[in-house]
């Protein structure tokens, strides 16, 4: 197929926030933002999925001046910010948040890793560590510290994340888990090399991209073009018709996608706008 082929069906595109629209600067860079624009200007509609708390990606979105739904905690939490209308919410299960928090906590993991219980779109912890303050300041949230997590565990995390700057520790805290739990009971990844993420098991970014695409739009995945730099998009990029990855992704990563764009700090986004995004679009109904 063509690029021109290609180019005359894209009606949705979805973008990942950190390491894609957002680098060193943790802002949009001015070509990246521009390229979004032009891409609207052509009827393409643009939507963010994001690891992200909802509250923390807002700013983004607002910025793109997006008019979809966004798609936070991987696609856990759906919400309209126009609107406020929640159109998905999938958490995780409180007995299943219980037993990760307690392999969390095992004598050799405990002092090692910073835990994070995200509530009502709240981020908890048990302490304030560096890493929790790194985290913080990027996503622009306050963390609550409660001491003991469990605490807060009366209700059902929208997400799970352990942070550690080992990515070995990472590494095998993923491994281990995935031979405790299946994906049907709970879906687990990567955003960065130093998260662990985990959260309802129907939850991923295709999911998410997928509700957007076919319920809300009325059209299919050879329609979406979707644009991400790490593990937690992959799904997302082999469900799009143009899966684009970054030139700062994983080989691995990168090695799924159709192409692979320059770098977050070499505007990769706006060269994946201008190859694949030219045309005018026809018109579709979108969801309320």
């Known amino acids: 197929m ?9 009606k949705l ?3 990942d926030i950190d390491g894609t629209i957002a680098g060193e600067s943790n802002t949009i860079r001015p070509a990246v933002r521009d390229a979004i624009q032009a891409a609207k200007a052509k009827g393409v509609e ?8 909802y509250c923390s990606a807002l700013r983004f979105h607002h910025d793109i001046g997006s008019t979809m739904p966004l798609l936070a905690y991987q696609g856990a939490w759906i919400q309209d910010p126009h609107t406020q209308k929640m159109h998905r919410h999938l958490p995780v299960a409180k007995a299943t948040a219980h037993q990760l928090l307690d392999y969390f906590e095992q004598p050799q993991l405990r002092s090692l890793l910073s835990v994070h219980f995200y509530i009502r779109d709240r981020l ?16 622009g949230i306050e963390p609550i510290a409660v001491g003991n997590l469990r605490q807060v565990l009366t209700d059902e995390p929208t997400k799970v994340l352990a942070l550690s700057d080992d990515v070995a520790l990472i590494d095998r805290l993923l491994g281990s888990l ?7 009971e709970l879906y687990m990844t990567k955003s960065v090399a130093t998260f662990f993420e985990a959260t309802n098991p129907l939850v991923n970014k295709a999911a998410a991209v997928r509700y957007l695409a076919e319920e809300c739009l009325g059209i299919q995945a050879a329609n979406v073009m979707t644009i991400g730099d790490n593990f937690n998009d992959v799904e997302m990029l082999e469900y799009a ?3 684009v990855a970054m030139g700062n992704a994983p080989s691995a990563v990168k090695n799924i996608a159709r192409w692979v764009a320059p770098t977050v700090e070499e505007d990769g986004v706006a060269a994946a706008i201008e190859e694949f995004i030219l045309l005018e679009k026809a018109g ?3 969801c309320s």
């Open 178 to 184: 995935r031979q405790r739990y299946t994906p049907a």
């Open 13 to 15: 595109l979805v973008l």
């Open 46 to 53: 643009v939507a963010l999925a994001t690891g992200r708390m």
């Open 2 to 10: 063509t690029n021109y082929q290609l180019k005359t069906h894209i």
């Open 284 to 286: 579709f109904n979108r």
């Open 241 to 243: 018709g143009i899966g």
């Open 124 to 139: 908890y912890v048990r302490e304030l560590t560096p890493e929790t303050q790194l985290y913080s300041e990027r996503s």
